[in-house]
């Protein structure tokens, strides 16, 4: 079923407006730098990780954790970050460190977000539960990725144990990955938390993705654009088209179903997230691209996303 561009933009602009009104906000003194850190401590340690840890405390894990959903995401992600590593080194000559971050934001797409409110709004709340199970492993695979890449390139010469434990180290710090291995474990471990508990988490959550847009609104103020603008322009359209094309290549390939194809293809289309200027600013390297690709690909996915909407139908 093709979708009119007015039913496009009322499932993606509502997203929009919010990060935009936390970026309104900001940039005229209305919220101040001090209250965005706040607001993204609260959502990035706390309320996220509880919506994570709920959903998937929950999830049917052997009907969401489906190889073909998972190769398909997983295939576009890597050929992104292999487009933007060797883009970044052969086509734009970048020192190999810089080719890495570069191919970094070419990997991590903004799976929460983005991902979830405009999959959410497209199709409803009951068709997140491949979204979850590619988030589930979203930070684990690209921090073991882009961390070990890192390492093998710039030669520290500190052996296989200790890069192995940066990678691991990197990961379990982040407080969505402890969110999702604690609800791994209430899965897993057949326990029903109390009702109290349960209806506090719910509390929670019900704060997470709408604090969390007007909170990436003001954070991207900070982002200014400058230079770097045919890489970057190579970053948008490694993220918002080849990684979602590739996807949407793997999950036809492999009869992926309708529900888990929209959401691994939508997964894909997202733009980089705020963790791959982190994860140049933690190198050092390459963080003026990382930074105005944050910015300019979120703001090009109004355009794009509405594509692969109209797309799937």
């Known amino acids: 079923m093709d979708l009119p561009i007015e039913a496009l933009l009322d499932v993606t602009l509502p997203v929009f407006l919010v990060i935009g009104f936390g970026y309104a906000a900001v940039r005229l003194s209305l919220f ?5 850190d706040g607001l993204m401590k609260f959502t990035q340690n706390f309320a996220i990780p509880c919506l994570l840890f709920r959903a998937i405390s929950d999830l049917d894990l052997g009907q969401t954790f489906q190889w073909p959903l998972l190769l398909s995401f997983y295939t576009g992600a890597t050929c992104g970050f292999l487009a933007g590593l060797l883009g970044a080194r052969f086509l734009f000559g970048r020192p190999w460190p810089d080719a890495v971050a570069i191919g970094f934001c070419c990997l991590f797409s903004n799976s929460v977000l983005l991902g979830l409110p405009i999959t959410e709004r497209a199709y409803g709340a009951g068709a997140l539960a491949a979204n979850y199970a590619i988030i589930a492993l979203h930070s684990p695979f690209c921090y073991a990725l882009g961390i070990t890449v890192m390492e093998v390139v710039r ?3 500190r052996g296989l144990l200790t890069t192995i434990r940066a990678v691991l180290t990197a ?5 969505l990955v402890i969110g999702i291995a604690l609800g791994f474990a209430v899965n897993l471990s057949g326990a029903t938390p109390p009702q ?5 988490v719910d509390l929670m959550v019900r ?3 709408p604090a969390a847009l007007f909170g990436l609104g003001g954070v991207l103020v900070r982002y200014r654009p400058e230079g770097d603008l045919v890489t970057v322009l190579f970053v948008c359209a490694v993220s918002l088209i080849l990684h979602p094309a590739i996807t949407w290549a793997m999950g036809t390939t492999l009869g992926l179903g309708q529900a888990p194809f929209r959401s691994a293809v939508l997964t894909a289309a997202m733009a980089p997230g705020v963790n791959t200027y982190i994860f140049a600013n933690m190198y050092g390297v390459a963080k003026r691209v990382a930074a105005t690709a944050v910015l300019m690909a979120t703001a090009l996915s109004v355009l794009t996303v509405s594509v692969w909407l109209g797309l799937l139908g």
């Open 32 to 36: 101040s730098d001090a209250g965005v």
């Open 155 to 157: 030669h520290s010469g």
């Open 171 to 175: 990961m379990f710090r982040n407080a």
């Open 196 to 200: 109290v508990f349960t209806e506090a």
């Open 207 to 209: 704060a997470a993705l």
